[in-house]
């Protein structure tokens, strides 16, 4: 017998409905904290909650990545709170789950939302990944040609399998956390006056600037990242979801 039972049918049904509500909240509350959300606002709140701190922090990091919200603030008030180790792990662990639930928003029933505002970059990131796969996903975290959140949501619609596209993204994504994890983690040593002032300022920049350059060194190794516009089919590219 093919097919999901009908039980197991209704629960898929249910929890699509459960995730695109939950993702149309966070775009909501994103969009009216968006003006107040600052990192100096969220470090301080954080701070009050003690041992569940790290886990309240990724979880609105995840949220966040849903809402739009810039996740540079997450990541370097990540490094300010936890340090270099567990605020690079809880940075990744929270961009990721976020990306991740974007992604399943895109692929089960956000996608017509989503292909108005991506356009004709969507058919462009179909083309990479048909092509490349696995390395067009990491080569577009580590050349953003694409916003982090709205790519996340873009690749949603894409051939793309979750389980690559979840794994690739939390490798690919980790240089540019420990970059950003670095400086607040410096400038929050800077501000106490405690450790290494200087090495931990010095590695931020190292750091960054190792940032900075790699889209210039795949650039020289590859030529552009964006591959392409593909010539016209007579039938748009078949977007039919692959994963569940």
Do not use: C
Request: proline share 6%; no cysteine; hydrophobic share 50%.
């Amino acid at each position: 017998m093919s097919g999901a039972s009908p039980p197991t049918a209704k629960v898929r049904h249910w929890g699509r409905y459960a995730l695109l509500a939950g993702v149309a909240i966070a775009i909501v509350t994103g969009i009216a904290l968006r003006d107040e959300f600052s990192r100096e606002a969220f470090s301080g709140w954080l701070d009050g909650l003690g041992p569940w701190a790290g886990a309240v922090f990724m979880l609105a990091y995840a949220a966040g990545a849903v809402a739009f919200l810039p996740g540079l603030v997450f990541t370097i008030t990540g490094g300010a709170l936890f340090g270099p180790v567990l605020g690079t792990l809880f940075s990744l662990v929270g961009a990721t789950t976020g990306a991740t639930l974007a992604f399943l928003a895109a692929r089960h029933g956000a996608g017509d939302w989503v292909a108005q505002r991506t356009g004709k970059r969507l058919d462009r990131l179909q083309a990479g990944i048909d092509r490349e796969g696995w390395r067009f996903v990491a080569l577009v975290r580590l050349v953003p040609i694409v916003p982090f959140n709205l790519l996340n949501y873009a690749l949603g619609l894409t051939r793309l399998r979750l389980g690559t596209y979840v794994l690739t993204s939390f490798i690919a994504m980790a240089p540019g956390a420990l970059a950003y994890v670095w400086v607040g983690h410096a400038g929050r040593q800077a501000v106490a006056g405690g450790g290494n002032v200087l090495q931990s300022i010095g590695i931020a920049l190292g750091l960054i600037a190792a940032i900075a350059f790699i889209p210039r060194l795949i650039r020289s190794l590859r030529g552009p990242v964006e591959p392409a516009a593909p010539d016209a089919p007579d039938n748009p590219p078949d977007r039919e979801r692959t994963d569940r």
